[in-house]
């Protein structure tokens, strides 16, 4: 890389490092300005056992001065305290501030998901999504505390021990630099390959959890279709695939190592040479030779960390990329300059010629309707209709491709996005729960509602009953996705989560398809009390569900193809009427 990229690229190292710090460590300074001291007390206590290494030797081979060995051994015992203690104390301050940036980034990366719009959750996997929360937060304060170190620690330590040696003999130390340019040149070698190959292990540790997190969640489909072998299978793949990667960017890091070696052992060599003479033939006095070798073998290992630090940081600097890549994504929904709060009165709901595409899959084409105020409005028809997408661009989970949404007269994409959510209770087939307890899951409907209003809408819900049943009442944990109890438990639930919303307009997708008999009676009850007064919408896959319902809108291919009663719809012979001799003919089959 040359040094142009290398300080202007907006995604060269330089520029990235300079603005990971900028943004992460800038707050705690005073914490990395006592960890530079605590490191400065370490490069100068390592300094200082290769110094008095001169008079160890003169003073005890030469000397032989008893009074003087005794100061000197005192003077080593405080170097080393020194040193340990500052040890302590920087890799407990790094470990803290790390931390801490780990859990800034964390949450930063969160919010920014959490502001996406359902496309973006559509067409990216889990796995990607969790391997960016967790690698991408340690990358960064893995390329962080790798400066922070090189600059306190290493260079620190290089400092001093060179300035020893300087001191020593400038000769000697002009003969061990001598090795530095071919190093320098061998370790940029290594560093395009590393990147590369740290990137590739990214990816194939991302379908590593994508492949654990489809295991579990389709466990059922898993075993029921006996596909465990396919799963280990693919599971075994993306292992070895990262295996491999790990171990070829393992072999390019390891070959600092034979390179620092080699170079290190002729620059040696060269000063025992040279050293030897001077003793030797020149008379200088052998501590001064000791502690110039002391000095040259401590550095070495500083020395060999700083060669590394290159290659290393481009492999970690892979997941700082991948995490600006995500934390500079614009929200996909962001609510005008100006925007207003929704304001509902009657609550009358009206799509105005509303198109939308799922890319180049076009989900609706120009639909028109009006859910009036107050009452009941059911969508029906086949499969990819555009019933759910109806719900949808309600929510404003996507954003219409053209025409208009309007609530109470009002343009949903200009008022803001919380008001219009505030106003909406939706209640789905598929009842999600959070891993929480069965308060807490009803208290999603409004926070900070008091536990009197919780339960008052469990009741309303015909939630309460079996809730008390329970284990720990209120309080017990249903599982992850609500797994600790049944769909008739868990739909109520949600109603009652619905119910403590009081929201004016409703979203009901079916919320009876997939239960028993008592079940959807008790479920029926509650919903029916949970409409009353509120303009509902209902997606109905089963017909006799909606008969009662004040309008019938039938979608086909994303187009309002009839609207009525389910009495008027039955007397046009149309595609309603098709629909419903079809199920219930069905019906009587069975």
């Given at each position: 890389?040359?040094?142009k990229?290398?300080f ?8 990235l490092?300079r603005?990971?710090?900028a ?13 530079f001291?605590?490191?400065?007390l ?24 008893q ?20 040890t ?7 470990s ?23 496309a ?9 999504l ?9 990358a ?16 620190l330590?290089?400092?001093?021990l ?11 130390s ?41 295991t ?9 279709f ?17 295996e491999?990667?790990?171990n ?45 070798i ?32 995500m ?65 949808s661009?309600?929510?404003r ?17 200009d ?8 106003h909406?209770?939706?209640?789905t ?14 208290a ?47 739909q109520r ?6 119910m ?6 409703l ?8 239960l ?22 209902v997606?109905?896959?089963r017909?006799?569900?909606?008969r009662?319902?004040d309008?019938i ?16 719809l ?8 098709r ?12």
């Open positions: 890389m040359s040094l990229r290398w202007s690229d907006p995604d060269g190292s330089f520029v490092i603005r990971l710090i943004e992460n460590a800038r707050e705690h300074v005073p914490g990395y300005a006592l960890t001291l605590f490191m400065a370490i490069a100068g206590s390592t300094a200082a056992s290769a110094w008095i290494m001169r008079d160890v030797i003169n003073e005890v081979f030469i000397n032989r001065d009074s003087m060995v005794t100061v000197i051994a005192i003077a080593v015992m405080a170097i080393f305290t020194i040193k340990g203690l500052a302590y104390g920087q890799q407990v301050l790094m803290r501030i790390g931390n801490a940036i780990v859990a800034r980034i964390q949450n930063r990366l969160f919010e920014v998901m959490t502001r996406q719009d359902m973006f959750f559509d067409r990216t996997p889990l796995g990607d969790a391997t960016r929360l967790a690698h991408n937060a340690q960064a304060r893995g390329v962080i505390d790798m400066v922070i170190l090189s600059l306190g620690r290493d260079i330590s290089v400092i001093g060179v300035a020893v040696m300087v001191l020593q003999d400038p000769g000697l002009a003969i061990a630099l001598l090795i530095m340019p071919p190093a320098v040149f061998g370790v940029s070698l290594l560093v395009r390959r590393v990147r590369k190959h740290a990137k590739s292990q990214f990816v194939s540790t991302t379908k590593i959890v994508s492949a654990v997190q489809e579990a969640i389709g466990i059922r489909v898993v075993k029921s006996r596909v465990e072998e396919r799963m280990r299978q693919e599971m075994g793949k993306a292992i070895r695939d990262v491999h990667r790990s070829r960017i393992a072999s390019l890091t390891a070959r600092t190592s034979p390179l620092m070696e080699t170079l290190g052992g002729f620059a040696v060599a060269l000063v025992i040479l040279y050293g030897g003479f001077s003793v030797i033939e020149r008379g200088q006095d052998p501590g001064t030779f000791f502690a110039f002391t000095a040259l073998l401590l550095a070495y290992e500083p020395v060999k960390r700083l060669a590394r630090l290159h290659v290393n940081l481009n492999s970690s600097l892979v997941g700082v990329r991948l995490m600006y890549e934390l500079d994504r614009p929200p996909s929904f962001a609510d005008l300059q100006g925007s207003a709060a929704l304001v509902v009165g009657p609550g009358e709901v009206r799509f105005d010629a509303v198109t939308f595409a799922y890319g180049e899959a076009r989900a609706l084409n120009g639909l028109s309707f009006v859910a009036e105020a107050g009452r009941v409005t059911a969508l029906v028809g086949g499969s990819g209709a555009g019933k759910s997408t109806t719900f661009l309600i929510e989970f996507y954003d219409v491709t053209g025409g208009r949404i309007l609530i109470d007269g009002q343009d949903i994409r008022v803001t996005l919380a008001s219009l959510r505030d909406i209770a939706f209640v087939q598929d009842t999600f729960l959070f891993d929480l307890s069965v308060r807490d899951n009803i999603l409907g409004r926070p900070g509602a008091s536990d009197a209003d919780i339960i008052r809408a469990a009741m309303d819900a015909n939630a309460h009953e079996f809730i008390e049943a329970l284990d720990q009442g209120y309080d017990t944990p249903v599982g992850e996705g609500g797994g600790r109890l049944s769909g008739g438990q868990r639930i949600a109603i009652a989560r619905a403590l919303r009081n929201a004016p307009i979203l009901l997708d079916e919320a009876t398809s997939a028993d008999a008592e079940s959807e009676a008790k479920v029926q009850s509650a919903l029916k009390r949970l409409m009353q007064g509120r303009t509902t919408l997606i109905a896959h017909l006799a569900t909606v009662d319902a309008r809108l039938v979608l086909d291919q994303g187009r309002l193809a009839e609207a009525g009663t389910h009495d008027e039955v007397a046009r012979d149309g595609l309603y009427r629909l419903a001799d079809l199920q219930f003919r069905e019906t009587s089959g069975r």
